[in-house]
């Protein structure tokens, strides 16, 4: 005799409903993103529609998580500058300005053999110029804001205010490495550096008063670089 209708049905709980269910599928902004940077770290070009299609959504969902397709570009250049300066932070040695020197030049060599980077700004020099470099850029406005807070860390008594100084190394490491494209010559990391090295070892301006050098006036938060 069967005692199956002698077991008592367990009380039905939101816990143990979840618990029991098939995981919700329902996907995200951050899906798309991921999904975009494996498609350009393997050196392709991003296209919305196969996004979409990928995802299982349609194109208009996917713009209205991204915005636009060079929003998303710059978003995967940012996850990448942001990810390789950590990376280059806890390997660099020394203290003050020699650790922020060798900060850069960690960043620079590894940004300058980063294949990804390398092919997308081969294949349309002019939209990835304007993706990672352009003043409206959010990889640019997101790689000085990252330096400043490096400058106010470790530069007891820069030449220049933070704000100021932190632009001008993101646009001279700019020139070097991106070099072969913008005027034809080779990029040259080891020039970057001399010239990194010039900016953060000149003697403060007698010209800056106490209150404009390095951390004491440390910028808003969401404060747009320099005027070029």
């Known amino acids: 005799m069967s005692h199956y209708r002698d077991v008592t049905q367990p009380r039905s709980t939101p816990l143990s409903r979840l618990l029991t269910s098939t995981p919700d599928k329902k996907v995200t902004p951050l899906d798309a993103f991921r999904l975009a940077r494996n498609h350009w770290l393997a050196g392709e070009r991003l296209d919305i529609g196969k996004i979409a299609s990928e995802l299982g959504v349609g194109r208009a969902t996917v713009f209205r998580w991204v915005g636009t397709r060079e929003n998303l570009y710059a978003e995967i250049c940012s996850q990448l500058f942001k990810k390789t300066l950590e990376q280059a932070e806890a390997q660099a040695k020394g203290h003050g300005v020699e650790k922020l020197i060798d900060i850069l030049e960690h960043l620079l060599r590894t940004l300058a053999h980063a294949a990804p980077l390398r092919y997308f700004v081969e294949q349309d020099p002019e939209f990835a110029l304007r993706v990672l470099t352009s003043r409206a850029s959010t990889v640019q406005f997101r ?86």
Do not use: K
């Open 143 to 228: 790689c000085v804001q990252h330096v400043r807070e490096l400058v106010f860390a470790l530069v007891d008594e820069p030449a220049l205010p933070a704000d100021e100084l932190a632009y001008i190394i993101v646009r001279v490491t700019e020139s070097f490495l991106y070099r072969d494209v913008l005027t034809g010559d080779a990029s040259d990391i080891e020039a970057a550096i001399r010239a990194i090295r010039v900016l953060l070892t000149a003697p403060p301006s007698p010209a800056l008063s106490s209150s404009t050098r390095g951390r004491t006036t440390p910028a808003r938060a969401g404060t747009r670089a320099p005027s070029r």
